[in-house]
């Protein structure tokens, strides 16, 4: 295999099993299913850390405590006094990204295919190949999440403005600006989500290329930096540009 | 690239991030938030209490402070006037009990006086009779009239008298 075959192998977003519902054959993809996982920890995560809270924490409560906190203060610096109508959509796009950038911190989880080789046990040939890579370094959940930071824009700016103050935001400060105003709502998604897209894919490259080239030390290196340094960093300015959006569209 | 935007992928996405959003939304930022807001707002409550219950000893304080300093005034001011009162009574007792010794003495030096001249009129009339029965011995005659018992008592004085 040589190394372009090898990278787009890598790249490429593996459709793992289908099933059939409502009259259609529905495919599930390996980043649909690595979602599942994160969403998964998040959710028993979120569901058993936030039991039994008592007014001085301690433990895994001031874990909780801070990254809430953390989620209010970017919604609140950058929305205001309307931020709590924000923060939980914003908290959970922030969750999800940070654990779906860095989650190949845990390739090192074999994959099925690799444990059946290594085990020879029947059970996890039956097992569909699941690699843990980024579901971000799939473009078309970047994609839709994109269009979703959009849409909950504009509804923000519908229901804050109303229908005639989002209008009349159009045409501020002159006519003219409406190709521009309009065209915004679409270069916004584009760009949040090739960003994340080429960041994700990017450090997921060089990376795969490290483990070919010099498969020791060095590659654990590009994997702190670019896994959980890059990947923190990308999720948080998603975030971060999606709430300056929102600020301007209810202001 | 493009070919990896599936309308299926988008609706699984859109599916499990709406389910993500609900859920972390109902069990973690609702609740935490809540929780949070609670947490200040009862400490800012409890600081302000305190702030009050602070201002309000200090007001009892100096209250206190005034009334002790009023009662320790109160209490000079008792004090000198008892012992104002008490050196007044003071001597008004000795004086009175000054006066009270004095009267008895006058009283019993008078006694004295009655008491001796009793005495010493009782004394000449035994005299004047012991006399008069020692010169009627002497005599031998009765010298028992009244002339003579006169003369005898005429001596009696004059010798009393010397």
């Known amino acids: ?251 | 690239m493009l070919k990896s935007i599936t309308a299926v992928k988008s609706i699984w996405v859109a599916l499990n991030l709406l389910i993500l959003y609900f859920t972390l939304k109902k069990f973690l930022f609702k609740p935490v938030t809540e929780f949070m807001d609670n947490r200040a707002r009862g400490i800012k409550e409890s600081i302000e209490n305190a702030e009050k219950n602070r201002a309000e000893a200090q007001k009892l304080k100096e209250s206190f402070e005034e009334q002790i300093k009023n009662a320790k005034l109160e209490a000079d001011k008792i004090i000198e006037a008892a012992r104002a009162k008490a050196e007044k009574e003071y001597d008004s007792i000795v004086s009175s009990a000054k006066q009270q010794a004095e009267a008895l003495l006058v009283k019993a030096r008078e006694e004295i006086d009655r008491e001796r001249q009793l005495a010493m009129r009782e004394m000449k009339a035994q005299v004047a009779g012991l006399a008069l029965a020692a010169a009627s011995k002497v005599l031998e005659a009765n010298m028992e009239n009244i002339d003579n018992r006169l003369l005898v008592e005429k001596f009696i004085d004059e010798a009393g008298a010397a």
């Open chain 1, 1 to 251: 295999m040589d190394l372009g075959e090898y990278l787009s192998n890598a790249m490429e977003t593996r459709e793992v099993f289908s099933f059939y519902a409502f009259g259609y054959q529905i495919p599930v993809y390996d980043s649909i299913v690595v979602m599942w996982i994160i969403i998964g920890v998040l959710i028993v995560l979120s569901v058993t850390l936030t039991r039994n809270f008592k007014t001085v924490p301690s433990g895994k409560q001031n874990i909780v405590e801070i990254v809430v906190e953390l989620v209010n203060s970017i919604t609140k610096s950058s929305i205001g006094h309307h931020w709590r109508h924000f923060a939980p959509y914003f908290g959970t796009i922030l969750l999800f990204l940070v654990f779906a950038n860095t989650i190949s911190i845990f390739g090192i989880i074999p994959s099925s295919e690799e444990l059946y080789k290594l085990t020879g046990l029947e059970f996890f040939e039956h097992i569909p190949v699941i690699e843990i890579k980024p579901p971000t370094k799939d473009f078309g959940v970047n994609v839709t999440m994109a269009v979703m930071s959009i849409i909950v824009v504009l509804g923000a700016g519908l229901r804050f403005k109303g229908l005639k103050g989002w209008l009349g935001s159009l045409v501020d400060p002159l006519p003219v600006m409406i190709p521009f105003k309009i065209l915004d709502y679409f270069i916004r998604p584009l760009s949040l989500s090739a960003r994340l897209f080429g960041n994700i894919l990017g450090a997921f490259l060089i990376v795969e290329l490290a483990y070919i080239a010099l498969p020791a030390v060095f590659p654990a290196a590009l994997n702190i930096y670019f896994d959980l340094f890059d990947g923190i960093l990308q999720a948080y300015i998603f975030v971060f540009l999606t709430s300056i959006y929102v600020a301007e569209a209810i202001e």
